[in-house]
């Protein structure tokens, strides 16, 4: 058997494998983690030109590679196998801001970011400037602000967290998209904590959003772009609710609580509406029975062209 043959052809086979069984979702494979063992290279070299037998020395190579390989498979919460963060895995560090920041280290298959919760935090904002293929916003966060996870290949987000007229804005921005990145591609997920006020204001650029909001207490969700697809649950935690949509989208569905008083007004026309259950008080104004008297009251201004509008109750 050939020495250099042999170890060639296994080296080729394990990269495919990993890179496919990535590529399916099977593993998380960091390409910087795999650069960072370069030197391995030269211990390749060395072995092949040790006085042994081609056994040994496929062996012992085949030993070396192993060791590549497993230290560049990480599992969801960027550890390898040797139980170490790895790539762009979470590397939690605070600063005087007291939020914490998963560092990219050139992978951008996989990015997490927390946020911690500032003492006494009554009114939190939630800006977002720019999203692509999947974006979601669900489930609480017990122990942080915002806890944000991207995976996919449509590139990384940069949050910045900072006061402004005494309220705590987070800012999540999808950075310019280069290279092998894909705009269509990966999914965005922001968990939040129910403790404080929410205003939510989204610029979804033409990602499809599903936005499950009835944990939260939500007063205000304000949508600009291009949007694929918008779903929204809205709960009853809220008092008032204002919602405003400036994104053209494909279809819309808002899930409202049977207990709470919804209020629809359009300022654009739109192709198709079920709106079943609600009274038209004008042209285009709609509302349920009993909106003015109802504890919680949900109001919506749609001002964006729109293929189509569903209302579900629940």
Known sequence: ?????????????AGGVIWIAGNLGLVSFSWTALLSMWPALLILWGISALPLKSGWKALFSLLVMAGALSYSVRDDSGKNLWGKRVGSGVHIHFNEKEFARGDATGDLSYQR??????????????????????????????????????????????????????????NVTMNKITGWQREGRGKA?????????????????????????????????????????????????????????????????????????????????LAGRDLEGFLKEERNLYYTPGFASKEVQIRVNIKAAIANLKIERY
Request: glycine fraction near 8%; proline fraction near 4%; charge should be negative.
């Open 189 to 269: 997920n922001i968990r939040l904590h129910p403790q404080p006020q929410w205003s939510l204001l989204l610029n979804l650029g033409a990602a499809r959003a599903n936005l499950e909001l009835d944990d939260f207490i939500v007063r205000e969700v304000a949508m600009k772009g291009g949007a694929s697809g918008i779903d929204m649950k809205l709960g009853t935690r809220s008092p008032q609710v204002d919602v405003t949509i400036e994104a053209g989208a494909s279809s819309i569905v808002l899930r409202i609580p049977e207990e709470a008083g919804c209020r629809i007004q359009f300022e654009t026309v």
């Open 1 to 13: 058997m050939n020495y250099n043959q042999a170890v060639w052809g296994f080296l080729l086979i």
């Open 113 to 170: 970011e927390l946020i911690r919760l500032p003492q006494g935090l009554t009114h939190a904002v939630l800006k977002l400037d720019g999203a692509a293929g999947r974006f979601n916003i669900s489930d609480t966060s017990a122990s942080y602000l915002v806890d944000f996870q991207k995976k996919g290949d449509q590139g990384e987000y940069s949050i910045n967290p900072y006061e402004e007229d005494q309220q705590y804005v987070v």
